[in-house]
């Protein structure tokens, strides 16, 4: 019986200590949009992983593999000189519209980001019109216990709630609501 009591008066004395000792959550967040174009209009513009002309914060996107699993692109933002995201094709269905890809390296100074993933997905809305689903799960960018200020929880969901309003308010321009 003393054992027992060792081991469970062990136990509580560790286990506050243990709650309070994590490291981060997975941060998911989704964003969508109802344009007016059908989808294979929006599709056509979305829908092939080498070019992402369409999004403002893209200078240049260059890749290798097309829409092949496993394809790579590297997206340079705002000018020729501008940071880069490296970024690897893992799912692709053309006739469902929908790809999912993942950042295989940024810098958290770019997006405050860790092992982000994403979906992209076009639907037809009931009526007419396209329903765009942009989605992803994401670590913070700094993997400890107290992270700093630009690179904690908060900063991670506002940098890709950016990355994703504003290129859905490039959408929304170009096909209307």
Same mark, same amino acid.
């Given at each position: 019986?003393?054992?027992?009591?060792?081991?469970?008066?062990?136990?509580?004395?560790?286990?506050?200590?243990?709650?309070? #000792? +994590?490291?981060?959550?997975?941060?998911?967040?989704?964003?969508?949009?109802?344009?007016?174009?059908?989808?294979?209009?929006?599709?056509?513009?979305?829908?092939?992983?080498?070019?992402?002309?369409?999004?403002?914060?893209?200078?240049?996107?260059?890749?290798?593999?097309?829409?092949?699993?496993? #394809?790579?692109?590297?997206?340079?933002?705002?000018?020729?000189?501008?940071?880069?995201?490296?970024?690897?094709?893992?799912?692709? !269905?053309? #006739?469902?519209?929908?790809?999912?890809?993942?950042?295989?390296?940024?810098?958290?100074?770019?997006?405050?980001?860790?092992?982000?993933?994403?979906?992209?997905?076009?639907?037809?809305?009931?009526?007419?019109?396209? +329903?765009?689903?942009?989605?992803?799960?994401?670590?913070?960018?700094?993997?400890?216990? !107290?992270?700093?200020?630009?690179?904690?929880?908060?900063?991670?969901?506002?940098?890709?709630?950016?990355?994703?309003?504003?290129?859905?308010?490039?959408?929304?321009?170009?096909?209307?609501?």
């Amino acid at each position: 019986m003393r054992y027992f009591d060792h081991f469970l008066l062990t136990f509580l004395l560790i286990l506050p200590g243990l709650a309070q #000792a +994590h490291g981060p959550t997975r941060q998911k967040l989704a964003l969508s949009l109802d344009v007016a174009a059908e989808p294979a209009a929006v599709w056509a513009v979305i829908g092939n992983f080498q070019d992402m002309s369409w999004h403002p914060a893209v200078f240049s996107t260059s890749g290798k593999g097309g829409n092949t699993i496993d #394809a790579t692109r590297v997206l340079t933002l705002k000018d020729a000189g501008g940071p880069t995201i490296s970024e690897v094709l893992y799912k692709y !269905d053309a #006739a469902k519209m929908s790809y999912s890809y993942r950042i295989t390296e940024v810098d958290v100074n770019v997006l405050p980001v860790t092992n982000y993933s994403s979906h992209l997905t076009v639907v037809p809305k009931a009526g007419g019109g396209s +329903h765009i689903e942009w989605k992803g799960a994401f670590y913070r960018g700094y993997p400890n216990n !107290d992270p700093p200020a630009n690179l904690n929880d908060e900063a991670a969901l506002a940098a890709v709630g950016a990355v994703y309003k504003a290129g859905f308010d490039a959408l929304e321009k170009k096909f209307g609501k």
